[in-house]
Nanobody
Framework: QVQLVESGGGLVQAGGSLRLSCAASGRPFSSYAMGWFRQAPGKEREFVAGISRGGGSTSYADSVKGRFTISRDNAKNTAYLQMNTLKPEDTAVYYC???????????????????WGQGTQVTVSS
């Protein structure tokens, strides 16, 4: 098990930027692929971005490609989600998730991840 704590959420105007952080503890961080998901009120949790355990592979939902960037610093046990050109439809609770991985394959399914943070609220005003 790895414990995950998100931070960096908040209220921002459309067109603005935020950087979310996900601090991990408990297990070797470099053994885990990381994902960011989000859940808006009344909607299912959806994949936003993922990164392989070494950081060499990334994957993004079509809705955020070109605007969001996922990264990780294994020395700091932290994953990041840089969000630029935010839109009101990006408003959601954002969760980071982790799964032990031995490959560079990144899953977009919530069921693939067995470690979750508590979430951080991102609100984008129009």
């Amino acid at each position: 098990q790895v414990q995950l704590v998100e931070s960096g959420g908040g209220l921002v105007q459309a067109g603005g930027s935020l950087r979310l952080s996900c601090a991990a503890s408990g297990r070797p961080f470099s053994s885990y692929a990381m994902g960011w998901f989000r859940q808006a009120p009344g909607k299912e949790r959806e994949f936003v971005a993922g990164i392989s355990r070494g950081g060499g592979s990334t994957s993004y939902a079509d809705s955020v490609k070109g605007r969001f960037t996922i990264s990780r610093d294994n020395a700091k046990n932290t994953a990041y989600l840089q969000m630029n050109t935010l839109k009101p439809e990006d408003t959601a609770v954002y969760y980071c998730a982790a799964v032990r991985s031995v490959t560079a394959v990144i899953s977009t399914r919530t069921s693939s991840y067995d470690n979750w943070g508590q979430g951080t609220q991102v609100t984008v005003s129009s």
